[in-house]
């Protein structure tokens, strides 16, 4: 149980590799494998879990991966 919501986590994490994809989850780029643009785009992470990225956030995600 957290006393904060998920975008004043976004706020704070944000400078330090993370980044919000969809609405219910915050992921740290550091642990991205690849990005999958089918069934609407996902994140697989390096432990195998896919996260939803929102239509909204494909572009975003995308430009900050290749700075980083």
Known sequence: MVSKSL???ENLLSEHGFFRPHQSFLVNLNHVKKIDKTDGGYIV???KKEIPVSLRQMK???SL????
């Open 65 to 68: 991966l290749e700075q980083f």
């Open 45 to 47: 992470m390096k432990n």
């Open 7 to 9: 975008k004043e986590y």
């Open 60 to 62: 975003n995600l995308i």
